[in-house]
């Protein structure tokens, strides 16, 4: 059996519900601007699924911590690593946990970003 039948493409996985969710909150709060997917109101979604879709674009993770913040309303379940980022951030540390290879400082900006926009 061929290998590439077996797998999917990150292409593939863009074009899933499951992807386009996390697109939909991404886009409501102003992180992310796309070409290949009209938002929707976003819906409430599982934290889970925001690191899953981070697997196939790593700049979710970078933007995460700051959505959770500002739109708490739109996230299910938790995360302790991103609990630890996110209370890091909230007491205005200059240094956090880093999350994969997503520098705490990276993560942070996005959230004094948001601070700036709404």
Known sequence: MDQNTTKTTAKEIRRTERFGKVLDILAHARLLKTN??????PTPINVVDFIWAGEFEPRIWEVLPAAIIHFPELFLGKNKEFDQIILAIKNKKDDGPDYQFIKFDDMKKWFLFLNNRI
């Open 36 to 41: 290949y997917h009209k938002p929707k109101k």
